[in-house]
């Protein structure tokens, strides 16, 4: 790493690629570079200075500026929009110093108003080895009277022209179909990809990645980025008419207002980006590195868990969840998660969410009983929660039914028959905070699922008065701060973040789970795609993959093993139901998991042919010394005859000797990188190999 200055001209070197802006002769803080890192500085471009074209098409407007505010001639999209008392809603962002951040390995640019006294910082650290660069703002008011900000994105991301147009990678879905890969060119104007749902969203996630169109998942230029945000978000993919386009990202502006009170700051989401020459599959292994490192319980392997959301719903109780359990355990499972369905009033979605005590008809004698025995067991005990929410018909909701967000004159909008509880509100936070933890004090509670079962609706906060529209804003700190201190109580716990599947996945939020719930489709080919597309941003280990009773018995038992060996295994079938044989072929694969979970759960994933847009599909994972790797391939169903494609291995030694389980000559990582290997599968069928490097 290393970072330069001089002339008011700054380089952020990483390992490989270069970030570098600067002040132009107008005195504007400017992008001038982002890309491959070059052998010498000189080699940089000047800080743009583009004259203006016509008075349509002016110089403000022109010019890419590190961080444009709304104001004078500039008609793109702005990072930041603000309104002073005085009735003006223009800003003049100057350049006043900067200086090194050793904590963060960047700098700190500071502008102010040309007039009132609001100041900007622009946060860069740089993540070297990754070639990663972190982006954040914050937001100071030092005058006399309260400015209004309507609009605080972390960053704007300046790309080169691209001769051949730009294509935009991104994930869109739905509940139950998330992460679907998207690339498509943006045309001249302005693509918007968001959620204004209170939440990270199934429907799309703050992720990008950007090439000419020429990339492809082993080579080609690729930009790439993320925001660390579990609220609304907006991310603006922008053309402009001859020009190169940009990328801006942040908290979505939608019914979004920000009073900043004299001396009050606002620091708004970092944002993490990168360019790697290696193609999608490298931009994804930056960002699962990035993310690996900074879990929760960062390195530690993650426990294959039994579930029986699938198998049983609402209908829990003591004697029967034991029965599971003694199952589960039999089976090498290590973790038992008693889900939905154990609390008071719950016997189906319409009631109970807010009444988080053990339900006494069916837990008599609380959680105690059954998580004594789990843990007699040999394992863990898990329970789900979804402490956001609750029922109207609860006895929270009759004690508090303002502590909803709600617009006193409106009919509060039900969704799954529950409201969303205000977590902007102290007092809440408070109430929750103690509920919870009284709840892990009260048996041997050792994973958390964390779920929000509905997006926001009616979003109102009467007693917030005029900043009600921080709303947004404050909902998302409040639910970090609940959950943040129960972590911080609670250390033994590990979490996972759900909202009725992926619903709530970033980077954000895995700094307080160490799991997502990727999705409530668990149909183990539905999942292959889904999965890929969830690979697109985190890594295997943060991936919660269940084996079910879905697609059976079509789809074999095996078949739906790999599929969630391919992230952080655990079970959610109805394990009295399955036969002597599929019990022994879970035992196998459990078994079988455990020996290879940490080069999944801690390897480089390399995607070697993609399961979104073909019937055969194939994965492989490299420990990090390249010592051994495993290979899972999937078909689904292709018309015989049918050719199945060559595999090429990814990630090994060249020089090295690999045996492939099922191929009796070893032969160097070169060659099976190189020649590859052919598999025979027939349809609905997989396969899971490991490699072993057996000589240097
Ligand atoms: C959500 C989750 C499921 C399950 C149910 C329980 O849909 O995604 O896994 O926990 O809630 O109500």
Not at 24 to 49: E, K, M, T
Not at 359 to 373: E, I, R, S, W
């Amino acid at each position: 790493m290393s970072r330069h200055s001089d002339d008011h001209y700054w380089i952020l070197e990483t390992q490989t690629s270069a970030y570098v802006f600067g002040l132009n002769q107008h005195g504007r803080l400017v992008h001038a570079y982002w890309g491959p890192r070059l052998p010498r500085r000189s080699d940089y471009p000047p800080p743009p200075d583009p004259p203006g074209l016509s008075s349509f098409d002016p110089a403000d407007t022109c010019t890419p500026e590190e961080y444009p505010a709304a104001g004078g001639t500039r008609y793109g999209e702005p990072c930041l929009k603000v309104s002073f008392p005085d009735g003006a809603r223009s800003t003049d962002l100057r350049f006043i110093s900067a200086r090194q951040d050793d904590d963060t390995q960047g700098w700190v640019i500071t502008l102010r108003d040309a007039v009132y006294p609001l100041w900007v910082e622009l946060h860069y650290r740089i993540h070297s080895q990754l070639d990663l660069i972190e982006r954040w703002v914050v937001l100071r008011n030092t005058g006399p009277h309260p400015v209004t900000v309507e609009r605080v994105f972390s960053a704007v991301w300046h790309l080169p022209r691209f001769e051949t147009g730009c294509r935009l990678s991104h994930l869109a879905g739905r509940w139950a179909d998330e992460f679907r890969l998207v690339r498509e060119p943006v045309y001249d104007g302005t693509k918007i990809i968001e959620s204004r749902r209170g939440t990270t969203s199934h429907q799309a996630s703050p992720w990008f990645a950007v090439d000419s169109g020429c990339a492809a998942e082993d080579s080609g230029p690729v930009w790439f980025g993320t925001l660390a945000w579990s609220g609304s978000w907006k991310i603006c993919a922008e053309q402009p008419p001859r020009a190169a386009p940009r990328i801006s990202l942040g908290i979505n502006d939608w019914d979004f207002a920000l009073q900043l009170s004299p001396g009050e700051r606002y620091a708004a989401p970092p944002c993490l980006a990168g360019y790697t020459p290696g193609g999608f599959g490298a931009a994804s292994r930056a960002l699962h590195h990035f993310i690996r490192a900074r879990l929760p319980h960062a390195g530690a392997a993650h426990k294959i868990l039994y579930n029986s959301w699938e198998a049983t719903l609402f209908d829990v109780d003591e004697a029967s969840q034991k029965q599971l359990a003694e199952i589960a355990a039999g089976l090498g499972v290590e973790l038992f998660v008693l889900d939905d369905g154990w609390f008071r009033g719950r016997r189906s979605d319409s009631a109970g969410l807010g009444d988080w005590q053990p339900d006494p008809l069916k837990f008599p004698t609380g959680l105690g009983g059954l998580a004594g025995y789990v843990n007699q067991l040999g394992m863990d005990f898990g329970l789900w929660i979804e402490p956001e929410m609750v029922n109207p018909n609860s006895d929270l909701y009759r004690a508090h039914p303002d502590w909803v967000l709600h617009y006193p004159q409106r009919p509060r909008t039900e969704a799954r028959n529950q409201l969303v509880l205000n977590f902007a509100r102290a007092d809440v936070q408070e109430y929750m905070i103690e509920t919870i933890d009284r709840l892990l004090n009260s048996a041997p509670i050792a994973f958390i699922k964390w779920d929000m079962n509905r997006n926001f609706s009616e979003p109102g906060w009467p007693a917030a008065g005029e900043r009600q529209r921080e709303i947004w804003l404050r909902y998302v700190e409040g639910l970090y701060r609940v959950w943040g201190e129960l972590a911080h109580r609670h250390p033994q716990v590990t979490w996972q973040s759900c909202s009725g599947g992926g619903g709530r996945a970033d980077l954000a939020v895995l700094r307080l789970a160490d799991q997502i719930w990727t999705s409530d489709n668990t149909e183990a080919t539905a999942r292959l795609r889904i999965q890929e597309g969830f690979s697109q941003l985190f890594p295997a280990a943060v991936m919660e993959a269940w084996v079910t009773d879905m697609g059976a018995p079509l789809i074999p038992l095996e078949f739906r093993f790999h599929a969630a060996m391919c992230g952080s295994l655990g079970l959610g079938g109805n394990l009295l139901h399955w036969t002597g044989a599929e019990r022994e072929t879970a035992r196998r694969l459990i078994a079988q998991y455990k020996d290879i979970r940490a080069v999944i759960q801690s390897g480089d994933q390399y995607r070697l042919r993609s399961a979104q847009e073909n019937a055969f599909s194939a994965l492989q994972y490299t420990a990090p010394d390249g010592s051994e790797a495993v290979l899972f391939a999937f078909r689904t169903f292709l018309p015989e005859p049918a050719e199945i494609p060559v595999l090429h291995l990814r990630g090994l030694d060249p020089g090295a000797l690999y045996l492939v389980d099922g191929f009796s000559q070893p032969r160097s990582g070169l060659a099976w990188m190189l020649d590859g290997l052919h598999l025979e599968l027939g349809n609905f069928c997989s396969t899971l190999r490991r490699i072993y490097k057996i000589e240097d």
